[in-house]
């Protein structure tokens, strides 16, 4: 069974600066998800990594995968408020169709 | 979101009564899913579906059961409905793991 722990779980920061989420996780896996959530809304997907060495960058966001350490980063450069959001890491639960396993997210405070 | 929508959006119920949700997408795809969204827990899996008629239970199905007599339709009942099973329950679908999941807007349900 898939564990995933991300980390740090509250994060406030100022714009401008750079900062990283960590989302470890328990067993083998060669994919993982990144989304995004703002309060009150849905799951807005922001990352698929689908092999050890992925990287995938969308504006300020870059999330990199290392499959052999069990580790997935989601990198924010130069923050703006705009990104302020609770950020979820998610892997396959056992593979095939059944679903994904959700990190705890972390919530993202920018600060002007 | 496009192409899948919950519906309700809000219920209030009182403890003991049954209450269906339902997830209908005009995807055609093949995987459903639904989850729990609790602070503090992230999103737990509850039921999913790779087919129709097809179905397994997640990390948290007791209480649960769902069914899927079409493509295009997942519902979620919850028997008899208790305190614990207040929160926000997010449908997802997927074609495929390789391209990640699609969530809708998420029920908000409350028993009373």
């Keep these: 069974e898939l564990k995933v722990e991300q980390n740090p779980l509250f994060l406030s920061m100022q714009e401008g600066k750079n900062y990283t989420i960590y989302c470890n996780y328990s067993t083998t896996s060669d994919r993982l998800y990144w989304y995004r959530q703002d309060p009150g809304k849905s799951l807005e997907s922001l990352f698929v990594l689908l092999s050890n060495g992925a990287v995938k960058q969308e504006g300020r966001l870059m999330a990199s995968l290392d499959t052999k350490a069990r580790l997935s980063t989601l990198h924010i450069t130069a923050a703006v408020h705009d990104l302020s959001a609770t950020y979820f890491c998610a892997g396959p639960s056992g593979g095939g169709a059944d679903g994904l396993t959700f990190g705890k997210g972390t919530h993202l405070i920018i600060q002007p | ?112």
Aim: charged residues 20%; hydrophobic residues 25%.
């Design chain 2, 1 to 112: 979101d496009a192409g899948i929508t919950q519906s309700p959006r809000h219920k209030v119920t009182e403890t003991g009564t049954p209450v269906t949700l339902r997830c209908h997408q005009t995807e055609n795809h093949r995987y459903m899913y639904w989850y729990r969204q609790d602070p503090g827990h992230g999103l737990r899996l509850i039921h999913y579906s790779y087919g129709v008629k097809d179905t397994d239970k997640g990390e948290v199905s007791d209480g649960y059961s769902v069914s899927r007599s079409k493509t295009e339709d997942f519902l979620l009942t919850l028997e008899s409905a208790t305190s614990s099973q207040t929160s926000v329950y997010f449908c997802a679908i997927s074609g495929s793991t390789n391209y990640g999941y699609t969530f809708g807007s998420g029920t908000r349900l409350t028993v009373v």
